[in-house]
Nanobody
Framework: QVQLVESGGGSVQAGGSLRLSCAASGRTISSYAMAWFRQAPGRERECVARINYSGGRTNYADSVKGRFTISRVNAKNTVYLQMNSLKPEDTAVYSC???????????????????WGQGTQVTVSS
């Protein structure tokens, strides 16, 4: 079984940056698409970025496009989310997730992902 552990969250002022990491252990994630989701209080979980198994294909939510970058280093079994120009509305718990199957590039639907980390809090103050 794969375990996912996120790190890098914290509190920053608007306009600042954070880099989240998602370290996998137990099994390799190199054959699976991965994604970052976020959930703010009272709101549904939202997929903000996803990446295919090789890193050659990515997709972003409109709300973060141009500000966030997802990447992966398969040799380190790790996925990253670089977040720049942060806004107060980015405040949420951010979780990484591993796709359920080996199909090329699943959607951002929660149901497409079977393994989740515990999440890391990101708080952006104005």
């Amino acid at each position: 079984q794969v375990q996912l552990v996120e790190s890098g969250g914290g509190s920053v002022q608007a306009g600042g940056s954070l880099r989240l990491s998602c370290a996998a252990s137990g099994r390799t994630i190199s054959s699976y698409a991965m994604a970052w989701f976020r959930q703010a209080p009272g709101r549904e979980r939202e997929c903000v970025a996803r990446i295919n198994y090789s890193g050659g294909r990515t997709n972003y939510a409109d709300s973060v496009k141009g500000r966030f970058t997802i990447s992966r280093v398969n040799a380190k079994n790790t996925v990253y989310l670089q977040m720049n120009s942060l806004k107060p509305e980015d405040t949420a718990v951010y979780s990484c997730a591993k796709a359920s199957g080996l199909s090329g590039f699943p959607s951002g639907a929660v149901s497409d992902y079977a393994t989740w980390g515990q999440g890391t809090q990101v708080t952006v103050s104005s």
